[in-house]
C-alpha cells in the first residue's frame, strides 16, 4: 500500500512528518484562538486544525517549518481533515530536508527539455521560433523547476514544464485530425501561455503569489514580456500581435480571467486543450489516492465534484 498523507483514509492514524504549507490564525466563536494549518508532503496535502493555540504556537508553526504530527484523518464538507493529537517541530536529529515533502512531476527534466526542444524544431516560421527559443533560452531554469500552480493542477515541482509537454502532445495529435490549425502558432502559445507564472508564484517550496503576481497576473506579464522581448530581438509584424492574443485569451472567458475571449482558431485551440490537460491531472491524481468503487474528494476546481472509481478498473 502506498504510503503517505495523499493516500490516508478517513477513520486511520497518521504519524510521520510534514510540511507546513500555510499556516493561518483563526479565533472560534468563544474567542479561543486556533490555527488552519494546510501540511503537505510529496503525496498529497490535507488541512489540519490545531485548536488553542498558544502565542509560542504561532510563531514555531509557520510555513515551510517541519513537524512531526500524529492524528486521525477525519472528513469535513466533503474533504480529508486532520485532527492534531500531538505535533513537535523536527529536529536536525530526525533527518528530514525540506526536499523530500515536495511533489514532482513523473517524468525527469531530460525528457521535458526534449520534448520542448522537438516542438521549437518542428516551427517553420522563423519569427516564432526565434521569440520561443529567446524565451526558452531566458526562463530555462525556471521553466524545469516551477510549479503550472499554487494548487489545483500541476502544483508539483516541474509542473509547468510538465503541463506544457503535455499539452503539447495533445496539440500534436489534434493537428494531424485538423491539419488546417497552424501547428506554429499552437505550439507558441502553448510554451509561452504560462510562462508569466514564473514572476506571478513565488517558488517551489510552500507556493504563493508574489506581490507582482497578486496585482498584475501572469496574462498580463506575459503580454508585456512579448512586446519587451520582439522589440529587444527588433521583430515587428502579425506574428507578435497574434502571439500576445494566444496568451491574452487563453482562459476563454473573462470570468476566468481573459481580458478577451479566443478570437483566432489557433488561441480557441489552445484554450481548450489547456483545459482538458488541467482538469485530466486533477482527475488522474485524486483517482490513482482511491480504490475502484469509491469516491475522491470534493474537487473545487471541478464545480466541487467527487468522482468516482468504477469497480472493474484495475487496482
Known sequence: MKRGIGYSAVGETFDDFLLIKEATKGTTSNGKPFLTLILRDATGEIEAKLWDATTDDEALFIAEQIIRVTGEINQFRGKNQLKILSVRPAQETDGVKLSDFVEKAPVDREYLTEKLTE????????????????????YQEGLLTYPAASKNHHEYASGLAHHIVSMLQVARELSKLYPQVNKDLLYAGIILHDLGKLRELSGVVTTTYTLEGKLLGHIPIMVEEIGLMARELQIEGEEVLILQHLVLSHHGK?????????????????????????KMNMLNRALDKVIPGEFTDRLFAMDNRAFYKPLFEEK
Open 254 to 278: 473573462a470570468e476566468w480571467g481573459s481580458p478577451t475571449p479566443p478570437l483566432v482558431r489557433e488561441a480557441e485551440l489552445l484554450h481548450l486543450i489547456d483545459l482538458i490537460d488541467a
Open 119 to 138: 516542438a521549437i524544431f518542428e516551427m517553420k516560421n522563423p519569427v516564432i521560433q526565434r521569440i520561443v527559443r529567446a524565451f526558452i533560452k531566458k
